[in-house]
């Protein structure tokens, strides 16, 4: 595939064109790879996925794609975990200002 020159100048015109949207190499070749054949992305990426649907070809997020599958794939699990946790660990916090003003 990377001796493909097709392929390289489709990348490097995905990568200058998409760059902004979050796409970073080698998920160029990776994007040029499907608009050339027409196929669909699979990916964890959310660069990836936004340039995808910039350049119009179809694209699978995995991590929904599990939740379909799945009950509950165990990367949502994590995450519901994580912001519980970090609701569990939140405190207040005064700031000199804030307190000042309670005074007065």
Known sequence: IQS???????ANECFTKYREFG??????????????????????DGGLIYSSKKAKV?????????DK???KAPMT???EERVELN??????VLMYGDQFRRDN
Do not use: G
């Open 58 to 66: 179809k694209s699978i997020d995995f991590h929904k794609f599990l």
């Open 87 to 92: 609701k569990k660990l939140a405190r207040p």
């Open 23 to 44: 796409l970073h190499k080698p998920d160029d070749m990776y994007l040029a790879f499907a608009c050339v054949t027409k196929s669909t992305v699979l990916t964890l």
């Open 77 to 79: 699990i994590l995450a």
């Open 4 to 10: 493909s020159s097709e392929l390289r100048k489709k």
């Open 69 to 71: 599958i799945m009950d």
